[in-house]
């Protein structure tokens, strides 16, 4: 089964009569996991369970509305952005270019040298497990990088995880979420997210509150219990979706995947046939250019999210 997948095997089985074997899951399996993927697309949200990590722009409002829901745990809210590594290729004589970009596994550190387009991706945050390892990392590639933890009053960021530097694009499926910043005679500021938030709730419906007088001394004007305005300053780590896919979601995807099957056990350009003093068969496939079939959209109908659109945005 896929990540996503709404149902098993067994339970696609069920809606579709022929099949009273295994012979054709190669086949069902293949349906069940295009199903799910058009259900997430069609309901404009996924169904199972994950974790998941990302950016926020704060509102000024109360409630700050998560991506995805129902909410299973929250396990982490931070804001203020703040540069915790600064890297730099000091050999501008050698080199006419130099960027750095974070990506899910690491830093990738390119540079052109007279033409020639030199792209390194040793330093891994699996190898380097904090900040202080990228940076002694980088400092060993030699050809003009350098790297240093910035300090703050309290110390430094030396010992945080290097991990933290990479948060997953909250749409696609890139690999890449800082960068890639020039460092050619200047510092590639890298940010994190560095307090943690203590004066918010959260509900299941998908959504963090701030409607209780708590003091997070770093946010401008606490004493309003508002999200403040900013562009991506906080970061949200959540686990959303459902550990059980309801039960209509799950006769949705086997109803679809049934009606799926039925069209590859024929030549799918056919739309009638008839056979002369035997049988007589007519195929309508118009719901076919109109998304599921009316019966999957009631089934769905309830979980499907709508969004409203203002001329405010």
């Not at 149902?7 to 996991?33: F, M, N």
């Not at 991506?67 to 501008?92: M, W």
């Not at 970009?101 to 792209?119: D, E, F, I």
């Amino acid at each position: 089964m896929a990540a996503k997948d709404l149902i098993t095997l067994t339970r696609a089985r069920q809606d579709i009569q022929a099949v009273t074997d295994t012979s054709q899951d190669t086949l069902i399996g293949v349906l069940v996991t295009a199903v799910s993927d058009a259900i997430e697309k069609w309901c404009r949200r996924p169904f199972v369970s994950h974790s998941r990590d990302e950016l926020y722009s704060g509102t000024g409002d109360r409630r700050l509305l998560l991506r995805e829901y129902p909410l299973q745990a929250v396990q982490s809210v931070r804001y203020r952005p703040v540069t915790v590594l600064k890297i730099e290729n000091t050999n501008t004589g050698l080199n006419q270019r130099a960027t750095v970009a974070v990506t899910a596994t690491g830093l990738t550190l390119v540079r052109v040298a007279s033409g020639m387009v030199t792209t390194d991706s040793s330093v891994t945050f699996a190898g380097n497990p904090t900040l202080q390892g990228v940076a002694n990392a980088v400092n060993g590639l030699g050809n003009g990088w350098t790297a240093q933890v910035v300090g703050d009053a309290g110390g430094d960021y030396g010992l945080w995880p290097s991990a933290d530097l990479y948060v997953p694009p909250s749409y696609g499926d890139g690999t890449q979420s800082q960068g890639a910043l020039t460092a050619r005679g200047t510092f590639a500021e890298l940010k994190l997210h560095t307090y943690e938030l203590s004066g918010y709730q959260w509900d299941p419906r998908g959504w963090l509150l701030r409607a209780i007088p708590y003091t997070d001394p770093e946010l401008l004007h606490p004493e309003d219990l508002v999200w403040p305005v900013g562009v991506n300053n906080f970061r949200v780590q959540y686990t959303a979706g459902y550990t059980t896919i309801p039960e209509a979601v799950q006769e949705a995807a086997a109803r679809w995947v049934s009606v799926c099957w039925n069209l590859t056990q024929r030549d799918p350009s056919l739309r009638s046939q008839t056979v002369p003093g035997q049988v007589a068969q007519d195929w309508a496939e118009r719901f076919l250019e109109q998304g599921p079939p009316a019966q999957v959209r009631a089934l769905l109908a309830p979980y499907r999210r709508h969004t409203v659109w203002t001329n405010q945005g």
